[in-house]
């Protein structure tokens, strides 16, 4: 046989041989489960103006054999927004995966972190993070800030008026502007709108919540302090408690109860008053206040309080006093006073 035809059927044989192997190959290739790879675990935005909204693309990759399934793309923050092109990724495929990160109201350096959730099964029980850097420029800008944003009711009767002290701090560089206080109609307050407040200042404002027009039972209410703070132009301030069936009293009195802010107050001496009505048809007496505290002190010690007749009772907190001897956060103490109730005799 001639030796060039030896050696074509050689290389024709070698051919079908590794046609073959290659289709077996294949044919029985065991398939390998889908694997998440992502282009960037990382991804820092740098130095960025402020209420800029910087985006990137990161590409999600399917590294297995078998589709990769994403199940839930979630962020540490509301302040990133993100989409994916598909969440059903072939082998070899990738997908788009935009984040957008909205600087609005944040000042300096920011790390958020993005969730995947695959069916990757060396992901199984954990999510891929992606993290996320940013820096924001410096602005200027108002922060708002109250002492308090719960008002407590406590137990009250249907007509009575409970007040509250609402004192709000700017702690931003720049005016903050109060615009508008939302409030339920049976709440007033003394507000003069606009109201401007400069960087560390204070303004103290008083809430008066008159439950006449108020159904029986729990209240559940929420006043919105609306300002120019970029970041909390809504402020909610939360107001709760129980209204009951009034009773018939001689002797109305409101607050219920008076608050003292230690921090807030400058003065060495602060006055807080009570409210006291006759709606009896009676004189009633009052022969003696007594406070629970020697720093709390009352302006009178016996009056009378004639029908349909109203009497401020003034109580004085002695500030310096009641730092030395309040070592809680809060103390509570209480107003004593002793009413001459007339007992009639006949016989």
């Keep these: 046989m001639p030796k060039n035809r030896i050696f074509f059927i050689s290389i024709a044989i070698i051919i079908i041989i590794s046609v073959i192997?290659?289709?077996?190959?294949?044919?029985?290739?065991?398939?390998?489960?889908?694997?998440?790879?992502?282009?960037?675990?990382?991804?820092?935005?740098?130095?960025?103006?402020?209420?800029?909204?910087?985006?990137?693309?990161?590409?999600?990759?399917?590294?297995?054999?078998?589709?990769?399934?994403?199940?839930?793309?979630?962020?540490?923050?509301?302040?990133?927004?993100?989409?994916?092109?598909?969440?059903?990724?072939?082998?070899?495929?990738?997908?788009?995966?935009?984040?957008?990160?909205?600087?609005?109201?944040?000042?300096?350096?920011i790390e958020k972190v993005i969730y995947i959730k695959?069916?990757?099964?060396?992901?199984?029980?954990?999510?891929?993070?992606?993290?996320?850097?940013?820096?924001?420029e410096h602005y200027s800008k108002p922060v708002i800030s109250i002492f308090q944003n719960e008002w407590n009711l406590g137990l009250i009767s249907q007509g009575d008026k409970s007040n509250f002290n609402l004192i709000i701090e700017n702690k931003g560089d720049e005016d903050l502007i109060i615009e508008k206080i939302d409030t339920y109609e049976h709440i007033s307050h003394n507000f003069i709108l606009p109201l401007t407040i400069s960087p560390d200042e204070k303004h103290e404002a008083t809430l008066i919540y008159n439950s006449m027009e108020h159904e029986l039972g729990e209240v559940r209410e929420a006043i919105a302090i609306l300002s120019n703070d970029p970041k909390r132009a809504v402020l909610p301030l939360r107001v709760k408690g129980y209204i009951k069936e009034k009773d018939k009293p001689a002797i109305s009195i409101w607050p219920v109860e008076i608050n003292f802010n230690l921090k807030a107050d400058s003065e060495e001496g602060v006055i807080g008053k009570f409210t006291l009505e006759n709606l009896g048809e009676k004189v009633v007496k009052i022969i003696s206040v007594k406070t629970s505290a020697d720093y709390l002190a009352s302006l009178d010690s016996e009056f009378d309080l004639r029908s349909e007749e109203k009497e401020d009772l003034q109580i004085i907190l002695l500030k310096d006093k009641a730092i030395k001897e309040i070592h809680k956060e809060e103390a509570d103490e209480y107003i004593y006073l002793t009413i001459a109730l007339p007992v009639k005799i006949s016989k």
């Excluded at 962020?75 to 997908?95: D, F, R």
């Design 118 to 136: 695959s069916n990757d099964p060396l992901e199984q029980g954990v999510e891929k993070k992606v993290s996320l850097y940013i820096e924001i």
């Design 21 to 109: 192997l290659i289709f077996n190959y294949f044919q029985y290739k065991p398939l390998q489960p889908p694997k998440l790879s992502v282009s960037e675990e990382e991804w820092d935005f740098g130095m960025v103006k402020p209420n800029d909204k910087p985006t990137h693309i990161f590409m999600v990759k399917n590294e297995g054999n078998e589709d990769l399934i994403i199940e839930r793309v979630r962020v540490s923050c509301g302040c990133v927004k993100t989409s994916i092109s598909t969440k059903l990724i072939k082998p070899g495929k990738s997908a788009e995966l935009k984040a957008t990160f909205d600087t609005t109201g944040y000042d300096g350096k």
